[in-house]
């Protein structure tokens, strides 16, 4: 080997050595770093080393920091008889779930049949046709139109009471309620009124064996939990649960041509829900389900907008209805909107002051109304209605409701900054 050739050899060993000795310091701290999980493997595999020969029969949980794993040699699994079985909302519903029940309408449809044969043709009709009738006989015969939800509030003289919508029941020749328990009876409309959209239905009380209560829909805030409760498309879904938020406790919208102050939610809501409750965390009935929007004006499809009437009006609709079977309501002849609901934007269009944060912006007043007689105007806005702070809808129209038609009452208004108390007769709506 040439002088040359030994310094090259020396230099590959030395080389060697260097990298050898980096490779162990790297293996000395990546020790260091993962020391548990290599010495658990050394040990698992000494383990397994020392029991191959025998055959395990239990298995074992090994709990870190994130979570556990659950060995068993034989690969099964079992149920966990501990599992917790009651979510927060299910306390709450167990509370109403025997009180809700669907709600069927029945109509009379009518089938016509046409005699061909040659006797007709000379006025002779078929022996069990009407005396008189035309060569087309009708038969009526009761068939289900529409189903709906409901929930039974309250038992008194032998009766018991359901609240449901008014557009579930309306039109029909005879309702029936199909019970929690799954038995069908007949039932007897006590009242109805279009412009809330409510109904009473009345049933034998034997069959009633729990009642929901109605809890304060004036203290609901955004974002509370709540859970809707019914049979959405028809019975065959009776029972079924959504849940879901208080997303606006007070919403302005037009129905029927009336205004409505109801609660907005995104709790599953679909058709055959109508006229079953909104339920609280402690099980108390806060809203009538009613409606939902299923797509804007533009067409676009929208979920997860749902509307509640609100509970503190739908005590004091069905009220009216058990007592007088309708409801003759006092009004103003306006058209409203709440301040608090309004952006800045409209605000400023419509010239409302930016120190108002509450009241209702009198949109329209109708010729000859209570309050054109009275000397409201449009651009007025009411802050007090009876002496009583006035901010949403349903608050007038709760003021407006105690009274009868005839009664006088004192509406404050700010016109241009200034308060002014003007006394309204009140007439009755159409």
């Not at 208004?413 to 159409?430: D, E, I, P």
Request: charged share 15%.
């Amino acid at each position: 080997m040439s002088e040359e050739q030994g310094k090259q050899e020396n230099k590959r060993k030395k080389e060697n050595n260097r990298l050898l000795t980096k490779a162990a310091i790297i293996g000395v701290v990546a020790g260091l770093l993962g020391g548990g999980i290599a010495y658990g493997g050394l040990s698992a595999a000494n383990m397994n080393s020392n029991t191959s020969s025998s055959t395990a029969s239990s298995s074992s949980s090994n709990t870190g920091e994130t979570g556990s794993v659950t060995t068993s040699s034989s690969g099964t699994t079992k149920v966990n008889k501990s599992t917790t079985t009651s979510g927060t909302m299910t306390s709450a519903y167990k509370k109403v779930q025997n009180a809700v029940v669907s709600v069927l309408n029945y109509k009379y449809t009518s089938s016509s049949s046409s005699s061909s044969d040659i006797y007709s043709m000379f006025g002779y009709g078929d022996s069990d046709s009407d005396s008189g009738s035309s060569s087309s006989s009708a038969k009526k015969s009761l068939t289900l139109y529409s189903e709906g939800s409901g929930v039974i509030y309250t038992t008194a003289n032998g009766k018991g009471y359901i609240v449901t919508n008014n557009h579930v029941i309306s039109g029909a020749a005879k309702v029936k309620v199909i019970l929690a328990s799954g038995k069908t009876i007949s039932a007897k409309v006590v009242g109805k009124d279009s412009t809330s959209d409510l109904a009473v239905l009345s049933i034998d009380s034997k069959y009633v064996t729990q009642t929901a209560s109605f809890g304060d829909s004036s203290s609901l805030q955004s974002g509370q939990t709540v859970i809707a409760i019914g049979s959405p498309e028809g019975s065959e879904y009776a029972s079924t649960v959504t849940q879901g938020i208080v997303s606006s406790p007070s919403r302005t919208i037009t129905y029927n041509s009336n205004q409505m102050t109801v609660i907005q939610t995104d709790a599953a809501i679909n058709s055959g829900n109508s006229g079953g409750p909104l339920v609280n965390a402690d099980g108390q009935v806060i809203g009538i389900n009613s409606m939902k929007l299923s797509s804007s004006s533009s067409g676009d499809s929208v979920e997860g907008m749902g509307f509640a009437i609100p509970s503190n009006e739908v005590v004091t609709i069905v009220n009216q209805l058990v007592k007088k079977g309708k409801i003759t309501r006092p009004q103003l002849g306006i058209k409203v909107a709440a301040i608090s609901e309004l952006n800045s934007y409209y605000k400023k269009q419509l010239g409302i002051s930016t120190s108002l944060k509450k009241g209702l912006y009198v949109a329209s007043v109708t010729s000859g109304s209570a309050a054109a007689s009275a000397g409201i105007k449009k651009g007025d806005v009411i802050t007090q209605a009876d002496g009583k702070t006035v901010n949403d809808v349903a608050t007038l129209h709760s003021i407006l409701y105690s009274h009868n038609v005839g009664d006088k009452v004192k509406i404050t208004v700010n016109r241009n900054g200034k308060s002014m108390t003007f006394t309204v007769t009140l007439q009755a709506s159409n």
